[in-house]
């Protein structure tokens, strides 16, 4: 059974950073696609950004590129989202999850991944 946790949220003022951190349990995490999703109080649930199975291609969404940094460690079976610059329309529920291996749609598509974590709390202050 894939698990996917994440850690790292908080409250931050804004202009301030957090790291996220999503362990994941299973042997093939290293063979996927990696994604961070967002949901704000009564909103969808949004891409954030993406990463190919070596760290070899990045996708972000546009209201986090250049603040915002995925990034990966294959050993250690865990995926970071870096964010800096943090605004409060940042403020959401983060949630990790793991696209799912025979998906061919946008890889900014929630319906394309399979396994999705707990999601952790960001609060940007202003």
């Known amino acids: 059974q894939v698990q996917l946790v994440e850690s790292g949220g908080g409250l931050v003022q804004a202009g301030g950073s957090l790291r996220l951190s999503c362990a994941v349990s299973?042997?093939?995490?290293?063979?996927?696609?990696m994604g961070w999703f967002r949901q704000a109080p009564g909103m969808g649930r949004d891409f954030v950004a993406a990463?190919?199975?070596?760290?070899?291609?990045?996708y972000y969404a546009d209201s986090v590129k250049g603040r915002f940094t995925i990034s990966r460690d294959n050993a250690k079976n865990t995926v970071y989202l870096q964010m800096n610059s943090l605004k409060p329309e940042d403020t959401a529920v983060y949630y990790c999850a793991r696209r799912g291996a025979f998906m061919t749609g946008p890889i900014r598509g929630p319906n394309e991944y399979d396994y999705w974590g707990q999601g952790t709390q960001v609060t940007v202050s202003s």
């Open positions: 299973g042997r093939t995490f290293s063979t996927y696609i």
């Open positions: 990463i190919t199975w070596n760290g070899g291609s990045t």
